[in-house]
């Protein structure tokens, strides 16, 4: 071979790497998931963003059945259904895309929008799937729905809630002018201390049904997270006095997350309300704030527990579902419009871990 032929050759190589390298860098820098599967649906490549989604590194995800990344039933038909595509070329998915469930390396499960196609190399088949996460967007239109539906509610309890004012307002004056009256049986004042303690009742449970329906408004500004939990903390244990209960908190952190100090002092009291209600005596509520780097962007991570006696598996299920209560008095109300705040954070509230000696939850707000 003349130089002349080695130095083309050379030439061409440098070339193939130049273009490979230059292809890899497209797939790794692109935002959504790229995975190619052969036609035995063994995985031939996945870019940065499909480890990132489903968390294996990339050579766990290149070798194995693409059945791995799917919950069941779907990993189990999987096969079938290729196999079903390359005997009659009937398409399901294959240039149409649709809305599929991952199943990530932890286990939990994921919405995601899906589209195939299919290239051939040589005598071989295959197919390159395209997935976007389609959580944030589906828990958005969620609460888009949901906002509606409130809105709707919100109406009609803003007007119920004026009338039934009113009615309790005119139940009241007559109770006070029966208290006024000296020389009413001692019995009846009792029974009519008992009426205006229902109607306190009632009205604060209107107040609360009308707060959750109506739409919330966030005055956001930058403060350490500490001061407003400390503030929640000593307001509780205003309201029960007597009672031996101590907060351990986490060293304090710089940052200062953007939050409206008046409804996160909701959300901490409302979980301290319920440690010492669930607690004996002493009564030890831990808060524990740190900082996460997240891929899109960094979040104050808090975790609130006690040393009660925790959630037992209907509490779990159904600790945010509105109306739900285990306490004598109470509406039910006080963990959904927490959640409902931490929401209108773009932050989230959630259980904690379910092996925890007491109850657990889990805050998170972006920085």
């Known amino acids: 071979m003349t130089q002349q032929g080695v130095t083309g050759a050379e030439v061409s190589q440098d070339r193939d790497g130049a273009n490979e390298a230059r292809l890899k860098a497209i797939l790794d820098t692109a935002v959504d998931a790229i995975i190619t599967i052969d036609h035995r649906g063994v995985c031939d490549s996945a ?3 499909a480890s990132r989604m489903f968390g294996y590194a990339t050579d766990e995800i290149v070798g194995q059945n693409i059945s791995m990344l799917m919950p069941a039933p779907f990993s189990r038909e999987h096969d079938a259904y290729l196999q079903h595509y390359l005997r009659t070329s009937e398409k399901r998915i294959i240039g149409l895309g649709r809305e599929v469930i991952g199943r990530r390396r932890c286990g939990s499960e994921f919405p995601a929008n899906l589209a195939v196609s299919e290239f051939r190399l040589g005598n071989r088949r295959f197919f390159t799937g395209v997935l976007r996460d389609l959580t944030e967007s589906k828990e958005y239109e969620g609460r888009m729905v949901q906002a509606e539906r409130l809105a709707a509610v919100g109406q009609a309890v803003t007007s119920l809630a004026h009338e039934s004012r009113n009615l309790l307002q005119t139940i009241n004056i007559a109770a006070e002018l029966i208290h006024l009256d000296a020389s009413v049986d001692p019995k009846i004042i009792k029974h009519v201390a008992c009426i205006e303690s229902a109607c306190d009742g009632l009205n604060s449970l209107l107040e609360e049904v009308r707060e959750y ?3 919330l408004r966030i005055d956001a500004e930058r403060h350490p997270i500490q001061g407003v939990i400390a503030d929640a903390w000593g307001s509780v244990l205003q309201a029960h006095p007597g009672r031996r209960a ?3 908190q986490s060293s ?6 953007s939050y409206d100090r008046f409804r996160m002092f909701q959300v901490f009291r409302n979980l301290f309300e319920n440690s010492l209600a669930a607690c004996e005596d002493p009564v030890e509520v831990s808060v524990v704030v740190k900082k996460i780097a997240n891929e899109r962007h960094p979040i104050l991570s808090i975790v609130v527990s006690d040393n009660g006696p925790g959630l037992d598996p209907e ?4 600790v945010f579902e509105p109306f739900f209560t285990t306490k004598a008095k109470g509406t039910g109300l006080g963990m959904a419009i927490a959640r409902k705040i931490m ?8 259980l904690g871990d379910e092996d925890c000696s007491g109850a657990e939850f889990r805050l998170e707000l972006p920085l």
């Open 213 to 215: 329906a109506a739409p």
């Open 47 to 49: 870019n940065l963003a």
């Open 343 to 350: 929401q209108a954070h773009r932050g989230s509230l959630s």
């Open 315 to 318: 509490q779990r299920r159904r």
């Open 246 to 248: 101590a907060l351990c």
């Open 252 to 257: 304090p952190l710089p940052e200062k997350p």
